[in-house]
């Protein structure tokens, strides 16, 4: 059933159980990688929300601490809610986060805290001090629409840091606050930046190095830098590349449709991202947060709800247009012995069995070479601006021209159940091609009453050497996928009924008339990490 033991993830992060939302204040400390997180300590729906906490040497083996940040003061008595982490420049980290301090009404306001205990590497104990909060919505201001501090950067003698916000119905805002002492902070007349999207949850603003795939410290200054937010209304964060200077204090996104072009980090069930920059590897790291797709009842019967992505190395791409994502290499220390299949033909309408390790818990990387791009098909332009409805219309099963190909993962061994991971290459208006990644969950389980949307999104690649890539974590009840060496990601949550354990299968398919071929397909089975305990 849905409540299976076999559905709870293995590797990706949870605490043991109860409900778990937003990362918050991510941070290395003296060897150490914390991780914050929303969490529920009564029970797995949301509510009661304080900061709990796990450390971690390398990003994937995790140990649960007490919970760092709870309701124990004016400003925050009613829930502690998301909010970052910065290091100041005497090596004092600072978390700063959104308090609610009044009842039944979720009015917002910013509060900061500190180590108890500086020696302490695992950062136990925190204080508030008596000056909070440190920023209050003022008159005009949407007080229920104003939360999730940014970690903070420092240029010109000033720190600087975002709140997230909402002007009259539509305005989503980055509001811009300044300090000279990290205790007092003014709020610059304009904000960083806004637009007609929507309440902005969770910004992230972060500067990105042109080349290379190494990070930058928040307070470095980029070339380009990156906006990220959460947008309430569609429940998807959405970032977009632009430029920033700390006289003009406003961020411009590079292209004019930035806001309303609809960048995201995952075209799947991720949300409430945050990023931070690892001092040690010299990157910049993802994490954000997927919740389930099952309903109410069953969060509560299984007692959890809730997980974490796999934290994400991201750097920006060589035409400067969109960020990359690939999982930390610290990931593939859980990889069991391979299995491989080499330069293997997939004709139109077949499939094979990736045999020889359970699947159920797997990695797997796959590169394919596509030959006869001309048998793309026409892109409807209808859906041309629409990753999503073009794969609700061309799912896995409608044979195509160019695709659909790619993986069955979770898959039962007579394919009643199989959530597919694929790529389709259609022809578009000017003659260059389109590529489309999708997950199609609608045959992931035979169990009824589930949600099981598709997600996709469009592959920005040149597709024209026929070569293109796919990597799928799978984790018994989330497939977690990079297409295109991270270009487009998307991470589904399923709950097959049979497809679980030993009974999880993989193949690779092709529901198109174009011949495809599996260059090289390595596939391992994944280890079980620390994880908090559990
Ligand atoms: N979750 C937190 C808020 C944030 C939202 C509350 C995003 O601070 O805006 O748990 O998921």
Known sequence: SIVS???????HFQPPMNWINDPNGPLYYKGWYHLFYQYNPKGAVWGNIVWAHSVSRDLINWIALEPAIKPDIPSDQYGCWSGSTTMLA?????????????????YQVQNIAFPKNKSDPLLREWVKPGYNPIASPEPGMNATQFRDPTTAWYADGHWRMLVGGLKGDRRGVAYLYRSRDFKTWVRAKHPLHSALTGMWECPDFFPVQVSGQNGLDTSESGTKYVLKNSLDLTRYDYYTVGT???TTERYVPGNPDGDYHRLRYDYGNFYASKTFFDPVKRRRILLGWANESDSVTYDKA?????????????WLDPSG???VQWPVEELEKLRGK??????KVVAPGEHFEVTGLGTYQADVEVSFEVS???????LDPAYAQDAEKLCGVKGADVRGG????????LASAGLEEKTAVFFRVFKGGSGQHVVLMCTDPTKSSLSPGLYKPTFAGFVDTDISSGKISLRSLVDRSVVESFGAGGKTCILSRVYPSIAIGKGAHLYVFNNGEAEIKVSQLTAWEMKKPLMNGA
């Open 5 to 11: 033991p076999l559905l709870r993830t293995g590797y």
């Open 90 to 106: 005497d090596g004092t980290p600072a978390i700063l986060y959104t308090g609610i301090d009044r009842p039944n009404i979720n």
């Open 244 to 246: 920033y200077d700390n």
């Open 302 to 314: 299984k007692g959890w709800a809730g997980i974490h992505a796999i934290p994400r190395k991201i």
């Open 321 to 323: 247009k969109q960020l």
């Open 338 to 343: 391979p299995v491989s299949v080499s330069h």
């Open 372 to 378: 006869g791009l001309e048998k793309a098909e026409e």
């Open 402 to 409: 160019v695709g659909p190909f790619g993986l069955w993962v």
